[in-house]
């Protein structure tokens, strides 16, 4: 494509992030041609092109023919796309909410309409994990993908780990430009579910609508749960979990508790790491930062780059009839409460460990997935669960073993 002649909608953290990233890169021939905002009461920086405030001044200039779009409110950004794509312009988003929601018939339209739709930047921010998804694992070697792909709650817990509260924690990552408009997206885990729908079409090409999935958040976290954490020398991290086995995927957000021997263990603040499963490649860990201004602006960049060679997803995954969601497996669990009685009615398969004191008690065993669905936890402000990953759960059998104790009242 020779010319890119950019349309951007959204001047906020990432996209001013845009303007002055593309403004420092003299070799891509692009340049932004307007910006579309929402606010125009707003005071804002002063730009070589205008800012204005209504729509149809990118959509409906026929010299525009890439469309960026970095607004927050994904209907908006959706009737933006979809009117974009049918008008045959090129379509670079960081949109996640659209993008999980309404991929297959995005892709549709663009197909419909012979355009690009890449969206690099609605995952993992500056991570390069979908073009690596689409053009390195291009075959069905891969067997899971799993990993921290939300920044926001990623800061709250190495913050909580420092002994900076919840509510302080939060406000720095607001201020710093890596919460969502409403934060509960990213604290009650639907920011990173929406990553996770994303990662499963093009890590095993199947949609699933976010809806679908179940997303465990941080907020009902306690500090006991920290405290048990520490103890154990674990670390809690939100994790995006998808593996495939011969019964389906499965595929779920929610906290586990991190070994120190795990590639993400390390992973503080506002980083990401996507940790990829292949047969025959073994483990790979893609690590970066995964929110904030230029980071994300960095993934939106390459987007429009890879443009100029015409680039395009080919979602050679994609194979509905083979493979399907699963929620017949077993995990290994910790479910705190503050009393007892909050854990009765939890059904696990065996239970290991319980532990109850004044104010607070925990329950460690294997329960169903089915089971877990079954409660709405980030509507459950007593309850926190957390799941063992595959090695921290031989580490606490070792370590209980050596303890000799598994039933214990305060
Ligand atoms: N709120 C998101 C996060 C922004 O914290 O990761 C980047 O997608």
Same mark, same amino acid.
């Given at each position: ?43 804002? +920086? ?5 800012? @204005?405030?209504?729509?149809?001044? !990118? $959509? &409906?200039? =026929? ?71 689409? +053009? ?5 070697? @891969?067997?899971?993908?799993?990993? !921290? $792909? &939300?920044? =926001? ?258």
């Amino acid at each position: 494509m020779s010319h890119l002649k950019i349309g951007l909608f959204g001047f906020g953290c990432v996209g001013s992030g845009l303007y002055q990233v593309l403004n420092q890169n003299n070799q891509l021939n692009a340049k932004i041609q307007k910006i579309v905002a929402k606010d125009p009461t707003k005071s804002r +920086e002063k730009t070589s092109v205008p800012i @204005l405030y209504d729509a149809s001044e !990118i $959509v &409906n200039d =026929t010299e525009i023919n890439v469309v960026v779009e970095l607004i927050n409110d994904s209907n908006e950004a959706y009737e933006i796309v979809k009117e974009s794509l049918k008008k045959g312009k090129h379509v670079v988003t960081a949109n996640k909410k659209l993008i999980a929601e309404r991929l297959d018939e995005l892709i549709q339209l663009a197909n419909e309409n012979n355009v690009s739709l890449l969206y690099e930047g609605a995952v993992a921010g500056s991570i390069p994990i979908i073009r690596n998804l689409e +053009e390195y694992y291009n075959n069905d070697t @891969l067997t899971s993908i799993e990993g !921290i $792909v &939300n920044g =926001t709650t990623n800061y709250i817990l190495t913050k909580a780990n420092q002994g900076i509260s919840y509510s302080e924690a939060l406000l720095e990552a607001q201020k710093k430009g890596f919460a969502e408009a409403d934060p509960t997206l990213d604290v009650d885990g639907f920011d990173p579910k929406f990553k996770l729908t994303i990662l499963l079409k093009h890590a095993f090409g199947i949609s699933v609508s976010p809806s679908n999935l179940l997303n465990i958040g941080i907020r009902n976290l306690k500090p006991q749960d920290i405290q048990y954490a520490n103890e154990k020398g674990f670390r809690i991290k939100l994790f995006a979990s998808a593996s495939k086995d011969e019964h389906g995927i499965t595929a779920f957000v929610a906290p586990h508790f991190i070994e120190s021997s795990h590639s993400a263990y390390h992973v503080d603040d506002e980083f990401n790491a996507v940790v990829v499963q292949a047969a025959y490649a073994d483990k790979q860990l893609f690590y970066g930062k995964g929110a904030g201004s230029f980071p994300t602006a960095s993934a939106v960049l390459s987007d429009i780059s890879a443009l100029q060679f015409n680039y395009r997803y080919e979602y050679r995954k994609t194979t509905p009839e083979l493979l399907s969601l699963t929620t017949d497996f077993e995990l290994y669990v910790y479910i705190s409460a503050t009393t007892k009685e909050s854990l009765d009615h939890i059904e696990f398969e065996e239970i290991d460990d319980l532990y109850v004191s004044k104010g607070f008690s925990y329950k460690i065993g294997k329960i169903r997935f089915n089971e877990i669905q079954k409660i709405n936890w980030n509507d459950q402000e007593d309850l926190s669960l957390l799941i063992f990953s595959e090695s921290s759960n031989r580490i606490l059998k070792e370590s209980d073993k050596a303890n000799s104790y598994n039933f214990h009242y305060n």
